[in-house]
């Protein structure tokens, strides 16, 4: 018979399939179910709200993100060092040590350092063991000299040693220092080796000397005089190449020389004997006899190297000379060549000149073989370290593995409202409470992302003291209107701690079907409400600006303006007949209406749903379409479904205020203000029924005979409209007479 597989339960839920995880063997089958079905691939361990040690943990590169194959490696560790999967959904942080699985080598070695760290505390006897006792038992080994990590603190070292002190600390001065496990600064291993070896090698090469006198008095004059050489020997080798060229063609002696052009140039600048430019002209006027002047006739920016290598170069070997010719500096350069060679191969490290006799002391001591011995037994300690680590990773699982899991493999913790791992905290703002907030680090970058969640996003700075903090807070219902930026409210996190918040970005996306249906009718009035305004301003402007011209006039004794005219007959004719046109069309429009009789009903909802219907489609399209990937995936998360936030989702994570149901309410404001529109409305609609009531005979049974509506039939005789078009043709002209 095949192996049996494992039964998987799943749930629906923001319109994706979701796996249930609830037991140990869930977790210890959980490499075999397809990732094609989990929620998120791949996570961040900062910016959420989860204990980022146990993140740490699992984050097995150091990359600052969990992936599906590093959480699958955590769950198979954990199922591998416990006798029974099924405490690893006990969310407890306190191990029995009989559910250490000893079987193998690594469980029974955590199992023998949980004794060790009971023994130490006092509690050999308990059979469990906490995350708090781990936890204080690394904490007190990082503090101890030897903790493990086989770095050397010497702040740490007995006090009995400070002769190790001073020599740990001069090494780390000069070859660096390592970090150890409790962040300090410290010695390693590599350093210690390279600081000796560099110091033999110097005190190998100072025992040389000696044999380096160059027929000088002392090796210290020779390593003396070779050094005043070298100083000087380029610009002296170049001084008689010049010369001994010139002295093969006469005619190179002028090229080679400065020119007057050369040094006109010079004469424009403000000059020094180290300025560069004069350091580059020869070190002597050329001479076809090749002879360096030594006691005058030198470039200014070398008369103290010349006077350096006369004194303590050709004077000791050659004798007093007040010239130098290109054999005699052979015979120089020859005669110090040993000690040229002693001095280049002098090894370049940080020892820097270290005396002989002080390296030869410390070769001589044991300083190197002791700290050694420090760093051997502090890497004996590592194992120790290393098995306490594992014990402190086992109970982490233990406590936070199922709870990371309904928060990666699926969303269970966000959609049962327990507050999933990357829900940063509440925002409360604009009269609602905001349940969806994601840490933000760079908001420009997440809202070109989070945008195709087709959801209003409010990106707010948050500030606690100097603390500063982004994030993001989906509005997913209630009204939008009131929502700007530079809107504050208040946010707290997770901890319960209070920050002020200041909306930065806004995302603008429907909440709701019912906020598109007002959507048209508030940017209609929104427009008529700023061309009024614009209008208003302009013509206050003008008025302002008129007055001030008058003022300006009266003030300088200007004879004021003409009068203003007379109203022109012909513009109130213009207006009058504009004002009979509107009245007709709008006297039109209501007998159509008023003929549709039962179904003008019908028409004004026909007439409601031109204008909020395109609005109302879009809203449903995007609502449609409304998810949490983008959100999560613009912070780092890899989302693997499309997690879909409906209206009833929405409607729970952004909860408006509501007044309690057993509390007292009084409906009477006495600063309520009374406006007068609602009551022309209601008028106008009034009417607009008895209009239609009339015109379709329904109240003929209480009207008189006179003020019953005409039929149609009559209303349209032309024997009777005939006498009505010429009695108003032939008024036409005395009007037009009379107006003239």
């Not at 029974?84 to 009989?98: C, F, Q």
């Not at 955590?110 to 063991?129: D, N, P, Y």
């Amino acid at each position: 018979m095949g192996m049996q597989q494992h039964r998987w339960q799943f749930v629906r839920a923001g319109g994706v399939d979701q796996v249930v995880i609830r037991t140990g063997a869930d977790i210890a089958h959980l490499a075999e179910l397809d990732q094609k079905l989990w929620v998120a691939l791949a996570c961040p361990t900062r910016g959420v709200e989860f204990d980022p040690a146990t993140l740490d943990s699992i984050d097995d590169n150091a990359d600052g993100r969990i992936r599906a194959p590093e959480l699958l490696a955590a769950c198979q560790w954990a199922v591998a060092h416990v006798r029974d999967p099924e405490v690893l959904v006990s969310g407890a942080d306190v191990l029995a040590l009989d559910s250490i699985n000893t079987g193998s080598d690594s469980g029974a070695a955590m199992h023998a350092e949980a004794r060790r760290i009971l023994a130490l505390a006092g509690q050999a006897g308990s059979s469990t063991i906490s995350l708090a006792q781990v936890q204080e038992r690394l904490a007190d080994l990082s503090a101890m000299a030897l903790n493990g990590d086989g770095i050397l603190n010497p702040a740490r070292l007995p006090a009995d040693a400070a002769d190790l002190q001073a020599l740990a600390q001069r090494i780390m001065d000069a070859y660096g220092a390592s970090i150890g496990c409790d962040g300090e600064p410290g010695l390693a291993q590599p350093a210690l080796e390279q600081f000796f070896a560099d110091v033999r090698a110097l005190a190998d090469w100072q025992a040389q000397a000696p044999a380096q006198c160059c027929g000088l008095d002392t090796p210290e004059r020779a390593c003396a005089a070779a050094q005043v050489l070298n100083a000087v020997q380029a610009k002296v080798d170049d001084f008689f190449a010049r010369c001994r060229l010139a002295a093969f063609d006469t005619k190179a002696l002028q090229p080679l020389s400065p020119s007057e052009e050369g040094y006109a140039a010079l004469g424009q600048q403000t000059l020094s004997a180290g300025d560069a430019a004069v350091a580059a002209l020869p070190l002597a006027t050329l001479d076809a006899a090749a002879l360096l002047p030594l006691n005058g006739g030198i470039n200014p920016a070398w008369v103290d190297a010349v006077q350096a290598l006369h004194t303590q170069v050709i004077v000791p070997l050659l004798g007093e000379q007040t010239e130098l010719s290109w054999a005699q500096w052979q015979q120089v350069c020859d005669q110090l060549a040993p000690c040229r060679q002693w001095l280049a191969a002098r090894p370049q490290s940080p020892v820097g000149d270290l005396p002989l006799e002080e390296a030869q002391a410390l070769l001589a001591s044991d300083g190197q073989q002791r700290l050694q011995a420090l760093i051997d037994q502090d890497s004996a300690e590592a194992v120790h370290s290393g098995e306490a680590k594992s014990l402190e990773k086992l109970i982490r699982l233990q406590r936070d593995l199922l709870a990371l899991l309904n928060n990666f493999v699926s969303f269970s913790s966000f959609y049962s409202r327990a507050g999933a791992m990357f829900q940063a905290g509440t925002l409360y703002l604009d009269g609602r409470s905001c349940e969806l907030t994601v840490d933000v680090q760079d908001t420009g970058a997440h809202a070109a992302l989070a945008g195709l969640a087709k959801t209003f996003l409010a990106y707010c700075e948050c500030r606690r003291g100097d603390e500063v903090r982004h994030i993001v807070a989906a509005f997913t219902a209630g009204d939008v209107d009131f929502l700007f930026v530079g809107r504050k409210g208040i946010f707290y996190d997770r901890q319960g701690q209070d920050w002020d918040a200041r909306i930065t970005t806004l995302i603008e996306n429907p909440t709701s079907i019912g906020q598109a249906f007002f959507s048209p009718y508030k940017k209609f009035l929104r427009f008529i409400e700023e061309q009024v305004a614009q209008r208003a301003a302009s013509k206050d402007a003008a008025i302002t600006e008129g007055l001030q011209t008058k003022a300006a006039n009266l003030a300088a004794g200007a004879p004021p303006a003409d009068a203003p005219k007379k109203t022109d007959v012909g513009t109130v004719a213009a207006i009058g007949v504009a004002l009979g046109s509107i009245s007709t069309v709008l006297v039109a429009i209501l007998t159509k209406v008023l003929e549709l009789g039962p179904w003008i009903p019908l028409a004004v909802l026909g007439l409601v749903l031109a204008i909020s219907g395109p609005s109302m489609l879009i809203a449903w399209l995007k609502l449609r379409e409304r998810s949490l990937g983008p959100i999560l995936d613009a912070s780092g998360w890899a989302i693997n479904g499309r997690m879909k936030i409906n209206l009833p989702l929405g409607r729970s994570l952004s909860q408006q205020a509501q007044v309690p149901a057993n509390a007292h309410r009084s409906l009477h404001d006495p600063y309520a203000q009374q406006s007068p529109a609602r009551w022309w409305l209601a008028a106008a609609f009034v009417l607009l029924l008895a209009g239609a009531a009339w015109s379709q005979g329904w109240l003929n049974a209480w009207l008189p005979q006179d003020w019953q509506p005409v039929p149609a039939a009559s209303a349209e005789d032309p024997a009777e409209k005939a006498p009505a078009a010429e009695a108003a043709e032939a008024a036409a002209p005395a009007a037009a007479e009379a107006a003239q």
